[in-house]
């Protein structure tokens, strides 16, 4: 804007103007023209302020402009976008729905299927709302139709045709089968979690070495593997985690103290009963928990190392025809009857198992209690 000096300037320039002298006089012509010259400029210098607010007005005009433009170009930039993402989730959504048909309509086993089966999680059931997914399956079924080929080679057998009225029987069975254990998995690793039962990477790797000591170091177990069951290191790992949380799964669940102490009077109450004058042999059809029951658990003659220390350390304090009070090993409570020693250190003896827990049992009640739901048909 101009200031107030500026037009100060600008009243004092117009007496300047009307003072001029007139042109009749040829003299100052000269003299005039530039003076002319001079006063445009100062005109033009002291008008400039006036024009500095067109200036800024113009600016702040286009400005203004460029704000109103600006939320357009970004609307029309988010517009794509937007569009951009709608198409790539309906491909996705389209992928995934063609892969679904080829996986729940057709079962397919194909490599694409296989990639995409590894990142798209396919259910193929839920076990108590935990889902198991279609690679988990895949990668059961294949590792047993490997070893079914496998076993009919090493065996000069003619390959198995799982194409032929046979073959496919069988592919059911396999496939029945992967589903089954499977679910099994399942519901160990959600017991497990309840009971805060682990497997640590030590306890994998240690049982991984062991593997490769028994058979023949780890080139060549990796190597067989591969060969039978299409197995990495990796695959063989996941394997032994599986196994290995099974296993501390048990030992959990039959170290319980309040089963422990059950199973404990239980025996007791055996060894009353043997005391007693009862017949050992009936005793154990009737009682015990061992798979030879039925034979009244007669363990005919065993060696130093046959048996558990514990039993073993049992056996050697007895005489023939005596009855140990309970003693505890890894499966529960066990009560012995010496028959025979021999002069070679030789025991003949029967038993009976009080079992602390039953994992079987407790196992099958658990799943007869879980909700599972099948997504694939075999």
């Not at 607010?53 to 609307?75: L, M």
């Not at 394997?239 to 199973?263: C, G, I, M, W």
Request: hydrophobic share 40%; glycine share 6%; proline share 4%.
């Amino acid at each position: 804007m101009p200031s107030k000096d500026d037009k100060v300037v600008e009243d004092e320039s117009k007496p300047v103007k009307a003072a001029k002298e007139p042109k009749a006089e040829p003299k100052h012509a000269a003299a005039d023209k530039p003076e002319k010259a001079d006063e445009s400029k100062k005109d033009e210098k002291d008008k400039a302020p006036d024009s500095m607010p067109d200036v800024k007005v113009s600016a702040k005009a286009g400005a203004d402009a460029a704000d109103k433009a600006t939320p357009g170009k970004v609307r029309d930039v988010r517009g794509i976008a937007v569009k951009a993402v709608a198409i790539a989730v309906a491909l996705v959504a389209v992928i995934v729905g063609v892969f679904g048909v080829l996986v729940y309509g057709y079962h397919s086993e194909n490599p694409a299927v296989k990639m995409v089966a590894s990142i798209v999680p396919y259910p193929v059931e839920r076990v108590n709302g935990h889902f198991v997914t279609y690679k988990a399956y895949l990668f059961e079924v294949n590792a047993n139709e490997r070893a079914y080929q496998n076993n009919a080679k090493l065996n000069n057998q003619p390959a198995v045709d799982f194409n032929s009225a046979d073959g496919k029987k069988l592919v059911v069975q396999i496939k029945q089968h992967a589903l089954d254990k499977l679910a099994g998995d399942s519901l160990v690793a959600q017991l497990a979690a309840s009971k805060k039962v682990k497997v640590t990477d030590k306890e994998v790797n240690d049982l991984v070495n062991e593997l490769y000591t028994r058979y023949g170091g780890k080139d060549t177990l990796l190597k067989t593997l591969k060969q039978i069951y299409g197995w990495d290191l990796n695959d063989l790992k996941g394997v032994v985690y599986k196994q290995l949380l099974a296993k501390n799964l048990e030992d959990k669940v039959t170290s319980d103290p309040a089963v422990d102490a059950a199973a404990k009077v239980k025996a007791q109450a055996v060894v009353k009963q043997l005391k007693d004058g009862g017949d050992f042999a009936e005793v154990a059809k009737k009682n015990s928990q061992a798979s030879d029951a039925s034979s009244g658990g007669d363990l005919g003659f065993f060696t130093k190392g046959q048996l558990p220390d514990e039993l073993q350390k049992a056996a050697e304090a007895l005489q023939p025809g005596q009855v140990s009070d309970p003693v505890k090993d890894q499966y529960g409570y066990e009560i012995l009857k010496v028959v025979e020693k021999k002069d070679d250190g030789s025991i003949h003896a029967l038993h009976i198992l009080i079992k602390t827990v039953d994992f079987t049992e407790y196992f099958q009640a658990e799943q007869k209690k879980a909700k599972t739901n099948k997504y694939l048909k075999v």
